[in-house]
C-alpha cells in the first residue's frame, strides 16, 4: 500500500484537521512506516484459525447471580436517628 496525497487528503477530512504541506510529508512517510511494518503479517498462515475478538477463550468469567441471604432490615435500622418503615431519613443537602 502506498500512501498518496488522495489518502492524506482523505484522512485530513475524516479527522477534521488541517495539516500544512510539511506536516502531511511527515505524515505520508510516519503511516508507510507502519504499513511496512505491518506488511509481513500478511504472509502468516491463518487458514483454519478462528476468529476471535479477545485472546483469551474465556466465555464468562462472571459468578452466577444468585441470592444470599443478608443483614436484618431492622437490625440495621435500629440505631438510626430519623427512619421510616425501611430506609433512613437523611438531611437534604440541596434545595
Known sequence: MHIDNNLLSYLEDLSCLTL?????????????????????????????????????CNSNVFRDDTVHPSFDRELILKNAPVRNKEFFIAPKTME
Open 20 to 56: 500544512s504541506d510539511k506536516e502531511k510529508s511527515r505524515l505520508a512517510d510516519d503511516l508507510q512506516k507502519i504499513v511496512n511494518g505491518i506488511a509481513p503479517l500478511s504472509d502468516l498462515h491463518t487458514d483454519g484459525v478462528a476468529e476471535c475478538s479477545h485472546v483469551f
